[in-house]
Each structure stands twice: as C-alpha cells, then as structure tokens.
C-alpha cells in the first residue's frame, strides 16, 4: 500500500515560512485489530534559492590573458545556505571558432558542461587555449541539494569573456628619424607608431594598454644618466620608463 496527502477534501498546507525553516512529518498507520504503530518521523528544512556562483578566473575586470599573464586553472566560489551545493558546472566556449571543449578537444556541439572539482571554491583546469581566440566561461543549472539551480539569467551575468592574446605588439620611432645629426627642434616632440598584432589565422587581440619611453644619454659629461620626465639624472630604473599620449585608435591592427 502506498500513501500520500492530501486525500479529497483536504488541502496542503501553506509554505510562506522563511528559508531555513525546519519542518517535520510524522506518520503511523493502524490496522483493524486496532493495532497502531508509533509514529514515524521524518525532517527537512525549507530551502526555496539556488546556488549563488561566481568565476573568479578568468576575471570579468582584466580580461585579457596571454602568454605574458596565463591562465592554467579556472576557479570561483558558490554558496548556499540551508541546503548547500550539490555541484557546479561550468562551459567553455571558443566564442572565435564556435567549439566548445569537451575535456578532450575543441569541438563544435550545442553545449559541453563539465563538473568542476570542489564548490567554494571550485576549480577547474584550463583546456589548451588557442592564440589569438575569443572565449566564454559560464555555469549552468548549478544545483543545490534542495533541487534548486541557478537562473538563466544569473548565469548570463555571471559569464566572463575573455581574449587570450600572445603576439607582442610593434611599435616604431618616426621622430627623432633617425639621422646622424640632429637640432633641438628635432627633439622637441618625440613620436611614433604601434600596433597590436593580427596574424594570419587569428581572431582577436587584447589592442595596446599603454605605450613608454624611455631616453638616455650615451655620451658626453652626462652619459649613462636617463630622463626621469624633468630631468637626467643617474640610474636606469622601471619608472624611467616615462608614459606617452596615444591618439588614434588603441585596437588598429596590422595583418
């Protein structure tokens, strides 16, 4: 025999508790002869809210990655209270190509989603990005242990696209232009060219972040010392390296 509630006549009772509210059923049966068992007792806690995830790497805030900044490891968090996370999923997506990987390759499916290791946080390790490509991670119906998932709709914030570009930007001096000789007016407005690369067969870059210069003096009574955006003094360091104004556009490619 089997049972279940409510019987014609009788209604559910209405759940408008907060989560984490802890319930409990009991049930007995008795048969005929009058004989009646002692209750049976089940519990449970309300818990009505899927999992809140995050992805930590690749970050949404520097979005560029490379071979000078790599990403081996995608991790994140996610958190549930009462019920706790049951797993989390993630896809990742070669947004240039359209594949997907599948743990083994990129392929192209309509969807791949693999279980991460751990909840909060969790990890994952990164697939063999391709230079020069577009991608997309995001979590999918990530479940608690209460049956709720994450919404469409917070996953689709909470996805982080990101470029992963390896080829080194060029850049060029066209004044001073290089003659043997030069007056003060040659010198007084330094400028150039640079570019962020696209070779044959890619598909994205990451376009320039800033460009520096740096000037010396190699000769003479003042040799060895550097310009410090005032004046020459002694000692070469990183903050010699003075910033220049960039006009144009910063993603102008050269193929």
């Known amino acids: ?131 020069n490509k577009a991608y997309e991670v995001r979590f999918h119906d990530v479940p608690d242990n209460a049956g709720n998932k994450t919404s469409e709709a917070a996953e689709d914030v909470g996805a982080v696209n990101f470029v992963y570009d390896v080829n080194t930007p060029s850049s060029t001096i066209v004044a001073p232009n290089g003659n043997a000789y030069l007056n003060a007016a040659a010198v007084a407005t330094l400028r150039g060219t640079a570019f962020d690369w696209l070779n044959a067969g890619d598909s994205a870059k990451s376009d320039l972040q800033k460009i520096d210069t740096k000037i010396f003096v190699l000769s003479g009574a003042d040799a060895a010392k550097v310009y410090d955006g005032t004046q020459f003094t002694d000692g070469d360091s990183e903050a010699k390296w003075r910033p220049t104004l960039m006009t144009g556009a910063a993603g102008a490619v050269r193929d």
């Open 1 to 131: 025999v089997t049972w279940s509630y409510p019987p014609s006549g009788q209604t559910t009772p209405t759940i408008d508790q907060l989560d984490g509210t802890v319930y409990s059923i009991s049930v007995h049966a008795k048969d005929y002869a009058g004989n009646l068992e002692s209750a049976v007792t089940a519990q449970m806690t309300l818990d009505r809210v899927g999992p809140l995830v995050a992805i930590t790497a690749p970050m949404a805030s520097a979005s560029h990655y490379g071979a000078a900044r790599t990403l081996a490891t995608l991790s994140g968090t996610a958190q549930d209270t009462p019920a706790g996370v049951a797993y989390v999923q993630i896809q990742i997506s070669n947004t240039s190509d359209g594949k997907k990987w599948d743990g083994l390759g990129w392929n192209v499916w309509p969807s791949t989603y693999m279980v991460v290791n751990g909840t909060n946080p969790w990890t994952f390790s990164a697939p063999s990005w391709i230079n």
